[in-house]
DNA sequence: ACTAGTGTACTATATACATATAACACTAGT
DNA sequence: ACTAGTGTTATATGTATATAGTACACTAGT
């Protein structure tokens, strides 16, 4: 895992479990790895992980039982949520950075289609 | 000017300054605001106009006379690359994001162009 | 009861960012 | 020469982030 030292390192872990959630790598209800295990995997300090744990359990992504481990939420709702949310920040970043530009909602069109049959091909 | 405390004000006002520029709201080679009057029209201290302008000169975006101010590059080139650049950063951050959330190409467009004729009609 | 594995909490240190404040150096116009 | 307006540099303070290290509290299995 290599980070983008421009967004601090708890946001992108949070944003790494929530795709992991969204994909299905991380199931309903399923346990996760402990603080320590999840700092040893992704070269960490375990405090760092505590606070993505507290972060996602304020957004009701994960619910913690002491002693036990750190558990995802069993809410499929909150995931499907989730993931819209996810979506529409994607979006709204695309379209409004794009208009900054001074791109025209037509241009955005062609430059993602342009890319996308560059992605194809690859 | 609202800033979003999730990034350094100094990258959001380059990135403020350099939409300016594609805009054409600030020409080429013209000289602009000082740093101090920067400052106080941003309500931002002082030194942090003055990193933000030695990023941009490190970039090539802005040059600067000791003593007279600072000014923006001659090079049309500069700014078409710039925008460019900036362009496929959003682009990019796009298509990687909705990959990464599970989206195929085809969802992607279908998304986009539902949330453009929204906009339009706006 | 004991123990291993959890989460929780705390202190300390280092770095980046932003602010406040002040002083210095250069340039152009008077 | 002087002055106002530039950029430049420096010190100090506060906050957020990340790390290192330690200790405590709870739970489940033995």
Redesign the pocket.
Known sequence: MI?DN???????IMKLIKKDIILGKLELGAK??????YAQEL??????M??V??EL?REGITF???????FITESKEKVESMKKEMAEDIIRNFIDGMLELGFEFSDMIDLIKHRLEKEVVQ
């Open positions: 980070f421009t967004v601090p390192i708890y946001i992108q996760v790895l402990s603080t320590r295990e070269k960490v300090n375990p405090n760092t505590v606070r744990f507290n359990e913690t039982k002491r002693g036990v481990g750190t």
